[in-house]
C-alpha cells in the first residue's frame, strides 16, 4: 500500500520514539509536537511504567487533552486530529 500507515498505542514503538522525541526536546527549541491523543496517552503511560520519567515530567510533556492553558505551554505534546501516523514538530528559531 502506499502511504502512512497508522500507529496505535498497540504497535508503536515506545524506546525509539522517546529517544528520538528526547533528542528533539532537549534542544530547548520545540514549540509543541502535534500527535494523536491516543499515542499522547499511551505514550505518558509507558513513560511513567517504565519509570523513564516521574509521573509530573510525563504529565507535563505530554498533557492529558483538555489541559487549561496547553496552547500557551512549550515543548510538548498536543492532540491534533489525523495524526496517527505522523507528528508536525512547530520549532523556534532561538536567538538570532
Not at 51 to 80: C, D, M, Y
Not at 82 to 95: A, N, Q, T
Request: glycine share 6%.
Amino acid at each position: 500500500s502506499v502511504g502512512f500507515a497508522d500507529i496505535t498505542p498497540a504497535n508503536i514503538d515506545y524506546e525509539a520514539n522517546w529517544l528520538f522525541w528526547s533528542e528533539l526536546l532537549d534542544t530547548g527549541l520545540v514549540d509543541r509536537i502535534l500527535l494523536d491523543q491516543s499515542l499522547i496517552d499511551a505514550m505518558r503511560k509507558w513513560l511513567i511504567s517504565s519509570a523513564t520519567l516521574s509521573e509530573s515530567e510525563a504529565h507535563e510533556i505530554f498533557p492529558e487533552r483538555g489541559s487549561p492553558n496547553l496552547w500557551t505551554k512549550k515543548g510538548v505534546f498536543q492532540h491534533f486530529p489525523g495524526h496517527r501516523d505522523h507528528i508536525h514538530l512547530r520549532v523556534s528559531c532561538g536567538d538570532l
